[in-house]
């Protein structure tokens, strides 16, 4: 297939060079001047991009259909687009793609937050699937420019899509690209708040503020943040955010099944001790500042949106609020005043019920 990638950072530069090797025609394209643009330069000039798979200190070079700034010819042609920026860009991204999609069979906004939403107005919905991911299937690090790292790979993986009747389609045309996308959520806000970093980023990050700025760069949260006290925590988030699914007509989960549903093959081992084996053998170091995304992105766009999504219906979120207000006065912003809501995707409540 002729796949584009829409952003070519970390995630991107990985899973062009997967799909690249799947024996896909894969565009890669940059909408942006902000990060990894060294190795943006590097890899634009040589077309070539060198990877290397877990545990391996061995890189394959990969050459890349395309790797391009110039968005009407990047897109265009595309059967598959695959939308792999920072959510926060979910909306400029729109705008500028937009206008060159011609009626793709999927675009796929990973991970999403409901930010599939602002693609509407692009897209004939009796033409092009909406999806949206959770999180990529492998996880990537650029060490230098031209060459990045692939730490590991999920398990599984799960989309949520917006027209209910394209689910089975939606799920083949992902399987063929990544063999482990298998599962469909029952709608796209299920997809969105089954988004990991909505639970542990937020929490690791606030409720680790001190530790990270006293460590300066020696901190790693999957090892250190996760305490039994803060397991109180996150069970508590974990049901206001299960509470919202179930007002969508979604299925809850708790985020630690979800984390054994992602990274492991055996789905009979305790989730608990799949969390902590990540923890202790794959979680990755940092964050190592509270300038991170962990904050400034999945407050607003995942805190928030959660807060929201429950205001609409009437209940409350006293710990999801509580982070929100304490991320607020760590940062000495309010991150609720551009937040990810139904009014910014304009979206009612019934319209957004009416796809789930």
């Known amino acids: 297939m002729k796949i584009s990638i829409v952003g070519s950072g970390n995630a991107g530069c990985a899973h062009a060079c997967i799909l690249t090797e799947a024996g896909n025609e894969v565009t890669l394209i940059k909408t942006s001047f902000s990060l990894h643009d060294d190795n943006f330069e590097e890899i634009s000039t040589s077309k070539v991009i060198n990877y290397s798979n877990p545990n391996e200190s061995t890189f394959k070079a990969v050459k890349i259909h395309k790797i391009t700034r110039n968005i009407a010819e990047g897109v265009c042609d595309a059967d598959v687009v695959m939308v792999m920026t920072q959510s926060l860009q979910h909306k400029n991204v729109a705008k500028l793609i ?10 796929i906004v990973i991970p999403g937050y409901l930010g599939s939403l602002y693609f509407r107005e692009f897209i004939d919905e009796n033409k092009t699937i909406l999806a949206e991911g959770e999180s990529t299937p492998y996880d990537a690090r650029i060490t230098k ?8 790979k999920n398990a599984r993986n799960a989309i949520g899509v ?15 690209l990544v063999d482990t996308y298998r599962h469909t959520r029952s709608n796209i ?16 990050a606030i409720m680790s503020a001190s530790r990270i700025e006293y460590s300066k760069g020696e901190f790693w949260m999957y090892k250190e943040a996760f305490t039994p006290a803060i397991w109180n925590v996150i069970k508590q ?6 509470n919202v699914i179930e007002l969508f007509g979604g299925i809850p989960s708790a985020y630690v099944d979800e984390c054994k549903f992602r990274n492991e093959d055996n789905l009979q081992q305790n989730s608990m001790d799949v969390f902590n084996s990540y923890a202790q053998e794959g979680g990755p170091k940092g964050p190592e500042s509270l300038d991170t995304r962990f904050i400034y992105e999945d407050v607003p766009n995942g805190l928030c949106l959660l807060e929201n999504l429950a205001a609409v219906h009437g209940e409350s979120t006293p710990i999801t609020s509580s982070l929100i207000n304490l991320a607020n006065a760590l940062h000495n912003v309010n991150y609720r005043t551009n937040s990810r809501t139904l009014e910014c995707l304009q979206m009612t409540i019934e319209g957004l019920k009416s796809h789930c």
């Open 237 to 242: 988030l974990d049901s206001e955010k299960n």
């Open 145 to 152: 420019p031209g060459y990045v790292s692939i730490l590991f």
């Open 98 to 107: 937009g206008p060159y999609l011609n009626d793709p069979k999927l675009l």
């Open 189 to 204: 806000v299920e997809s969105a708040l089954h988004n990991p970093n909505l639970i542990v980023h937020t929490i690791g």
């Open 162 to 176: 917006l027209q209910e009747d394209k689910k089975t389609e939606a799920v083949q045309i992902m399987g063929e």
